[in-house]
């Protein structure tokens, strides 16, 4: 596998295109914003002027848009991916999206010669421009295969979660949950040492060293403490998406999520009051309400 496409070269796009181009691969891109598409061009990408040459052009495409719809009219649409690339061609979903959107995509491609491989990523900014993301890939085991060469350029793990669509989103639901309410304890974490006069930097070098020491609270406390609230390449409006998602999985299947739906109404919040933040920026909603701010 020679030549990939890749739609969708924001923030995350950017990243699977640079480290695509790095390992060798002839890389064909479209995104409807021009900036991005000049800092493609800039990184050595072939611009193509629609999805549809894309898929002309390559025999594998990563799907990194940012919602439901938008992967359906990618790949589905009459000028999309399923129509326009050759047989055996493969559509890697990265994004993320609802389990029964990846299943309907899914459905759709049924007896067609073109394959799926439902695999949105976690790592965000920084695992995306580094190659490090993690995968949560569904499909045969045999489209997964000739994949791999190109998902292996962009990731530190590849994880075969199942064989249909919409397990991997599944996953993706699952981890989210998870994280969306580590980042709010962090968060409340950091305005209570605010409040009660800790230095920053202790609470960074504590939390950092000691069992709480991950990667989402390094790098919460960080941004944090540096109050660096946008452009980190984390924008709050796609964590708010994803436990959206992740509380309508819970709501069809059942599952109390007590944790996530309370980190997804402090994201709301912080998302209503600072449209243009990053994650972090939910810090600031509790900091005005207790009026202190943690600093380095």
Not at 24 to 33: E, I, K, L, Y
Not at 129 to 143: I, K, W
Not at 192 to 203: E, S
Request: with cysteine; aromatic share 4%; proline share 4%.
């Amino acid at each position: 596998m020679k030549t990939v496409g890749v739609v969708g070269i924001g923030d995350m796009g950017s990243g699977l295109a640079k480290n695509l181009i790095d390992q060798g691969f002839s890389v064909t891109g479209f995104d409807p914003a021009p900036h991005r598409m000049k800092a493609f061009a800039d990184l050595g990408g072939i611009t193509a002027d629609n999805v549809a040459d894309v898929g002309h052009a390559s025999e594998a495409v990563f799907v990194m848009v940012m919602t439901g719809e938008q992967a359906k009219e990618v790949i589905l649409g009459p000028d999309g991916l399923a129509e326009n690339m050759a047989g055996g061609g493969i559509m890697i979903l990265t994004a993320t999206i609802k389990p029964s959107e990846a299943q309907e995509i899914g459905a759709a491609l049924s007896g067609r010669d073109v394959h799926l491989i439902d695999s949105p990523v976690s790592g965000g900014f920084p695992g995306a421009q580094g190659g490090t993301l993690t995968m949560m890939a569904s499909a045969p085991a045999e489209t997964l295969e000739r994949a791999r060469p190109a998902m292996e350029a962009v990731s530190a793990s590849i994880h075969h979660v199942g064989s249909e669509a919409g397990a991997g989103q599944t996953v993706k639901a699952c981890l989210q949950s998870l994280l969306g309410a580590m980042f709010s304890a962090t968060f409340e974490a950091a305005v209570l040492a605010a409040k009660a006069g800790v230095p920053g930097q202790v609470l960074f070098d504590v939390v950092t060293s000691s069992s709480g020491g991950c990667g989402i609270t390094k790098t919460a406390l960080e941004n944090i403490i540096d109050r660096k609230f946008e452009g980190t390449g984390s924008h709050i409006a796609t964590m708010h998406k994803d436990l959206v998602i992740s509380l309508d999985l819970a709501g069809e299947l059942g599952v109390p999520m007590h944790m996530a739906a309370s980190a997804m109404q402090l994201f709301h919040a912080g998302k209503t009051k600072h449209p243009n933040g990053d994650n972090w920026v939910v810090t600031r909603v509790i900091e005005d309400i207790v009026g202190a701010e943690l600093h380095r």
